[in-house]
């Protein structure tokens, strides 16, 4: 009868410490959590998945963008394969409104990753909101990377050259 006690204290800690894990796993959203479908006459609304996410570690599944013009410490990830010919189409891209930019850590600011093929599984931290980058591109939605969220992917090694 004393081993009983035992083993509902470690049936508490296992509890525990499972929900503690559960907590800290990233969420999971999809491209589609993102805005209300369809779009209303006010256009694209946030969903209350996609509020409740922002500033939340993430864990998004989507396509890298292939760009003629690549930039360091960043790029684009979205539901499907894209290409963007930013020199013919300049600034009338075919990106789909769900278009995350994903940002390196800032150690790795410097880094320009090479376009990979096939989805991609990326966890960060998500923002949401209107925000300007230095070439003058507002983006919606930012995944900020972890310093090690591309440390499993294998085919993301840093080139020494920019495009």
């Known amino acids: 009868?004393?081993?009983?006690?035992?083993?509902?204290?470690?049936?508490?800690?296992?509890?525990?410490t499972s929900a503690a894990l559960a907590a800290e796993a990233p969420l999971e959203l999809g491209f589609g959590d993102f805005f209300v479908q369809p779009a209303g006459p006010r256009g694209?609304?946030?969903?209350?998945?996609?509020?409740?996410?922002?500033?939340?570690?993430?864990r998004l599944v989507g396509f890298?963008?292939?760009?003629?013009?690549?930039?360091?410490?960043?790029?684009?990830?979205?539901?499907?394969?894209?290409?963007?010919?930013?020199?013919a189409d300049g600034e009338a891209d075919d990106l789909p409104a769900a278009t995350v930019t994903v940002l390196l850590p800032e150690a790795q600011r410097g880094?320009?990753?090479?376009?990979?093929?096939?989805?991609?599984?990326?966890?960060?931290?998500?923002?949401?909101?209107?925000?300007?980058?230095?070439t003058g591109r507002v983006s919606w939605l930012r995944l900020h990377l972890a310093s090690d969220a591309?440390?499993?992917?294998?085919?993301?090694?840093a080139t020494a050259h920019s495009h």
């Open 44 to 58: 694209l609304e946030p969903t209350a998945r996609l509020l409740a996410a922002r500033g939340r570690e993430v």
């Open 64 to 87: 890298m963008v292939q760009r003629e013009h690549v930039q360091p410490g960043r790029f684009l990830l979205t539901p499907r394969p894209v290409a963007m010919s930013e020199h």
């Open 1 to 16: 009868m004393k081993l009983l006690p035992v083993l509902l204290a470690l049936s508490g800690l296992i509890t525990s």
């Open 111 to 134: 880094r320009v990753v090479a376009h990979q093929a096939g989805p991609l599984a990326l966890s960060g931290r998500l923002e949401y909101g209107a925000a300007e980058d230095e």
């Open 150 to 157: 591309l440390a499993a992917q294998p085919a993301a090694a």
